[in-house]
């Protein structure tokens, strides 16, 4: 088996209440509960490595 297949289950990694929250809501959005957590990882992995605004107002450069 290549090595980008090797992983852990959902059920290695979550506790029984937590993966049945999770598949219920997997099934409300219709899809599969390895693609939900999927999404959720990605938009966590989006959220912190996107480049924050900077404070403060832009002044244009003068020249003395």
Request: proline share 5%; aromatic share 4%.
């Amino acid at each position: 088996m290549p090595e980008e297949q090797k992983g852990m289950e959902l059920d290695e990694l979550l506790d029984p209440d937590e993966l049945r929250l999770l598949e219920a809501e997997a099934a409300k959005r219709g899809m599969t509960s390895a693609e939900l957590a999927k999404l959720g990882i990605q938009q966590e992995l989006t959220r912190r490595t996107r480049p924050k605004a900077m404070s403060g107002t832009i002044q244009a450069f003068r020249k003395w």
